[in-house]
């Protein structure tokens, strides 16, 4: 016998079969028939090559065959029939002939024409089917793997910030990349068990520049740390003056310092000077002189400025408003309105009422900063809360409102609801053997206040007559107040000013620290008209019994706390009630 040589294996073509069922076998079993060309069993005489071009040519034969005829039959992935075509062949009887061409071999040419037109026909049809092992097989190399398979692989949008508190104690939080700074401040309170008072903040510190921001209410948290340094640090603390506008209006912006595009006559009323700030059609403008640093020199020049919504400008004659004559200072779009926490001394500042713009692109750099100076803290504060309203504008509203909405909500749900049987309690008189009903409102007040004058009586016999012991209320009365959020030990007078001065400057916010001239004594910091003042607080004696008097001895009181809760419901010798404890929170 003579060896197929390799040459002519090397032409040799590959094969697929197309069975075709007989009439006479079920539609459901194809038995393949190979010709008997293919067999290499045959005599030696046999001519290969002739052999393969006639298959060849068959092979072309039938495919242009089965493209023209519609009793051809394709074939699926699996070597089978589809129904349609086992159907059509019982149909039509075929030939002998028809069976022979049937029967031959099909040509790779054919068989991939066919493919290609079944897989266009699913992909129209079906859904693509991802593949349910992807680490199985790499996407390049793998036919069921394709681009759109698969969903790509997304960021987790988790980010890792760290947030200070007074103390200098820091605190590690993972915040979404879409978490604003009142949703922070909310999960701060949360988590640290604070009195929700919507006053918290959160404070963008820069402790290279010496500078430092409340960060709004709206801002995303993300992205105010994303142009921050790697020395800066968010703070976490009260800021009772961060809508201080909207609550007191009348202290803000006196009628020399607003000005309008278009004349007006007469003065205008608070409530349409604050439409008029939050309206973007209206053209208000803030003006005044202020003491402005010249860039890249420690000297200062007193300027007459004008903040409008374009950005801040200086004239360069006088007071002039002409085109010609403004120069610009800082944009609002791009920049943030700082309180330099430094002093004077370091920028050789004319007063101590210091203020910065600082760009958002400038990260440490000191020469861009644009270095403001105002007369007094009432003016600082103006400039500063006009720059606010001017960039963010109705938003600094909303943000304001939305603390009032909710509380607004919630009353409705936490107030109590009374029962039938509360509702049903009467005022009754045991005094007698028999107990009767009280109908007279005015007996039954009388009777209410009998009974607390009773108690207290009794309360304090119960006092002389015990033992003292560490839960005895005339024991505690020394050391209890060191439990309360606006005591703050032995802290000096700076460091009361600067608390309260981060705090806000509102009317109405205090603190009470041990006094340093007078071991026994303490004193009362209190902020008026944005002045700090120091009220001392003198132990006095009588009958024997320690008190504590801050209008030497006009009005008593056995301890701080009780001093204070008379102070908060009344003025008494203070400025003002007291409102807002100047308080600190340990992360």
Request: aromatic letters at 8%.
């Amino acid at each position: 016998a003579c060896p197929l040589s390799i040459k002519n294996a090397a032409q040799a073509h590959i094969f697929y079969s197309s069975p075709t069922p007989s009439p006479y076998e079920s539609p459901t079993h194809v038995s393949p028939s190979f010709p008997p060309v293919l067999s290499l069993h045959e005599e030696d005489d046999v001519d290969l090559e002739a052999l393969v071009n006639d298959m060849n040519s068959s092979f072309e034969s039938l495919y242009t065959s089965c493209s023209v005829q519609t009793e051809s039959t394709p074939l699926l992935h699996n070597g089978q029939l589809p129904r349609h075509a086992a159907y059509h062949t019982h149909a039509q009887p075929t030939s002998p002939h028809q069976r022979l061409h049937r029967s031959q071999p099909m040509h790779i040419l054919a068989v991939r024409k066919l493919q290609e037109e079944e897989q266009q026909y699913r992909t129209s049809s079906l859904p693509a089917i991802p593949n349910p092992f992807p680490e199985l097989c790499s996407p390049a190399s793998s036919p069921t793997l394709s681009s759109g398979s698969l969903p790509q692989c997304q960021p987790s949008g988790k980010y890792i910030i760290k947030v200070f508190s007074e103390d200098g104690m820091g605190k590690v939080v993972e915040i979404p990349a879409d978490m604003t700074a009142r949703d922070l401040c909310q999960f701060l309170v949360y988590k640290n068990h604070c009195v929700d008072d919507n006053s918290w903040a959160l404070v963008e510190h820069h402790p290279a520049l010496g500078l430092e921001r409340c960060l709004e209410d709206h801002e995303l948290v993300v992205q105010v740390q994303a142009s921050m340094t790697s020395e800066s640090k968010f703070l976490f603390r009260k800021n009772y003056a961060k809508y201080e506008f909207f609550k007191n209006p009348l202290n803000f912006f006196p009628e020399q310092m607003v000005a309008f595009c278009q004349e007006t006559s007469g003065t205008i009323p608070p409530s349409q000077l604050l439409q008029n700030f939050l309206n973007s059609s209206s053209c208000p403008e803030i003006q005044g002189y202020l003491y402005v640093k010249e860039m890249g020199r420690k000297s200062w020049k007193k300027l007459y400025v004008f903040l409008r919504r374009s950005g801040l400008y200086f004239s360069t004659k006088g007071t002039s408003k002409e085109p010609r004559h403004l120069q610009l200072l800082a944009d609002l779009e791009d920049s943030n309105v700082f309180t330099v926490i430094t002093g004077r001394k370091l920028h050789n500042a004319p007063t101590d009422f210091e203020f910065c713009i600082k760009p958002n692109k400038v990260r440490n750099e000191v020469k861009e900063l644009r270095m403001l100076c105002a007369e007094d803290e009432q003016s600082r504060t103006c400039w500063m809360t006009a720059f606010r309203l001017f960039k963010y504008g109705i938003l600094l509203y909303q943000n304001y409102k939305i603390p009032q909405q909710r509380k607004t909500l919630l009353s409705h749900f936490s107030a109590p609801v009374r029962s039938v049987s509360e509702n049903s309690l009467v005022a009754m008189d045991f005094s007698g053997r028999i107990g009767r009903v009280i109908d007279n409102p005015v007996e039954a007040q009388s009777a209410a206040m009998e009974e607390g004058h009773a108690w207290r009586k009794r309360g304090k016999r119960m006092n002389i007559l015990g033992s003292p012991s560490p839960l005895h209320p005339s024991s505690l009365s020394g050391v209890i107040h060191r439990t309360q959020l606006w005591f703050h030990g032995r802290i000096s007078r700076e460091e009361s000013h600067k608390m309260i001065h981060q705090q806000g400057r509102v009317d109405g916010m205090f603190l009470l620290r041990d006094s340093q001239s007078n071991p026994k004594a303490f004193v009362l910091t209190l902020c008026h008209h944005q002045k700090i003042k120091h009220f001392q607080i003198l132990p006095c004696e009588e009958d024997g019994q320690m008190f504590l008097s801050l209008d030497d001895g006009a009005t008593k009181f056995t301890d701080l706390i009780q001093l204070v809760e008379f102070y908060v419901l009344n003025r008494g010798v203070l400025p003002c009630k007291l409102k807002h404890p100047c308080t600190t929170v340990a992360l």
